[in-house]
């Protein structure tokens, strides 16, 4: 059975930290490039940062640029989102994804996979 589930969320001060996991079961993730997506109250799903099969490409929103970071481990199957700096804005709920293709992007449907989602909340 494929599956691909996030963890790591909850409830952050501005300025803190978390990192999220994603880890898949069923299916090898090295053969896949990673997105991490999310959709905040009242807004369409946004792409945060993808990372390329091999790892080698990686993207970011500019929102998000410089303060969060995608690492994948192969080895445990497991992609990472360690996320800096949180603003209220950050506030959301986070998916990550996994597309066949090899370089990545932020378009929703190059995805196939979607895991569930992991709650963030950025508040004081």
């Known amino acids: 059975q494929l599956q691909f589930v996030e963890s790591g969320g909850g409830l952050v001060q501005p300025g803190g930290s978390l990192r999220l996991s994603c880890a898949a079961s069923?299916?090898?993730?090295?053969?896949?490039?990673i997105g991490w997506f999310r959709r905040a109250p009242g807004k369409e799903r946004e792409g945060v940062s993808c990372?390329?099969?091999?790892?080698?490409?990686?993207n970011y929103a500019d929102s998000v640029k410089d303060r969060f970071t995608i690492s994948r481990d192969n080895a445990k199957n497991t992609v990472y989102l360690q996320m800096n700096s949180l603003k209220t804005d950050d506030t959301a709920v986070y998916y990550c994804?996994?597309?066949?293709?090899?370089?990545?992007?932020?378009?929703?449907?190059?995805?196939?996979?979607w895991g569930k989602g992991t709650q963030i909340t950025v508040s004081s």
């Open positions: 069923g299916f090898t993730l090295d053969n896949y490039a």
């Open positions: 990372s390329s099969s091999s790892g080698d490409y990686r």
């Open positions: 994804a996994t597309s066949p293709r090899r370089f990545c992007s932020f378009r929703t449907y190059d995805y196939t996979y």
